[in-house]
Antibody, heavy 123, light 110 residues
Framework: QVQLVQSGAEVKKPGASVKVSCKAS????????IGWVRQAPGQGLEWMGW????????KYAQNVQGRVAMTTDAATTTAYMELRSLTSDDTAVYYC????????????????WGQGTLVTVSS | QSGLTQPPSASGTPGQRISISCSGS????????VNWYQQVPGTAPQLLIY???QRPSGVPDRFSGSKSGTSASLAISGLQSEDEAVYYC???????????FGGGTKLTVL
């Protein structure tokens, strides 16, 4: 079954870091990049960036640049998104999504989504 | 950069045809294709339309997309209660060098 399964919900204190995992199955992991999108409570979707699983190229959105790190592990077909120096503004559901078409680094769309990981930042 | 512009809400009755607009600029919609995502409350978004007017397998042909200049539209014909969801448009953005989303349109089936 083609799917992306994310890690469970997290509660973090301001200033801490969080690392969300996204395990892919049912397709060739290294053919498709992985993107990350977040959604604050009651708000719309916000693109955070993407990482190519086939050559480690990556691009981060300006509003999280410097605080975010996206990595992949081809051996376990898992992608990771780590966000540092958390504030309450980072409280959101974080989604990983498969980038299509394959081997694309721009002008792409997300054709497969994980179930989402709620990250709550609270003192 | 602010997102693509969508109406916050839309509504229709079962069987009706409705349209949702998405407005952008020459640095996004005007230069690139548009994608649409459907998000049922409490669930992850799903791809509904890609490359402006293409439907992924499994998406009914009641859903269609189009684009003209710097604006795009999603049309839903034969509206059904299961179509109640939030619909997001998205396009590549030169200024963002990434994906730009619309604010979302909540569709209510009366």
């Amino acid at each position: 079954q083609v799917q992306l399964v994310q890690s469970g919900a997290e509660v973090k204190k301001p200033g801490a870091s969080v690392k969300v995992s996204c395990k892919a199955s049912g397709y060739r992991f290294t053919n498709y990049a992985i993107g990350w999108v977040r959604q604050a409570p009651g708000q719309g979707l916000e693109w955070m960036g993407w990482i190519a699983t086939y050559n480690d190229n990556r691009k981060y959105a300006q509003n999280v640049q410097g605080r975010v790190a996206m990595t992949t592990d081809a051996a376990t077909t898992t992608a990771y998104m780590e966000l540092r120096s958390l504030t309450s503004d980072d409280t959101a559901v974080y989604y990983c999504a498969r980038v299509s078409p394959p081997f694309t680094s721009s002008y792409y769309y997300f054709d497969l989504w994980g179930q989402g990981t709620l990250v709550t930042v609270s003192s | 950069q602010s997102g693509l512009t969508q109406p916050p809400s839309a509504s229709g009755t079962p069987g009706q045809r409705i349209s949702i607009s998405c407005s952008g600029s020459t640095s996004n919609i005007g230069s690139y294709t548009v994608n649409w995502y459907q998000q049922v409350p409490g669930t992850a978004p799903q791809l509904l339309i890609y490359k402006t007017d293409q439907r992924p397998s499994g998406v009914p042909d009641r859903f269609s997309g189009s684009k003209s200049g710097t604006s795009a539209s999603l049309a839903i014909s034969g509206l059904q209660s299961e179509d109640e969801a939030v619909y997001y448009c998205a396009s590549w953005s030169d200024s963002l060098n990434g994906v730009l989303f619309g604010g979302g349109t909540k569709l209510t089936v009366l």
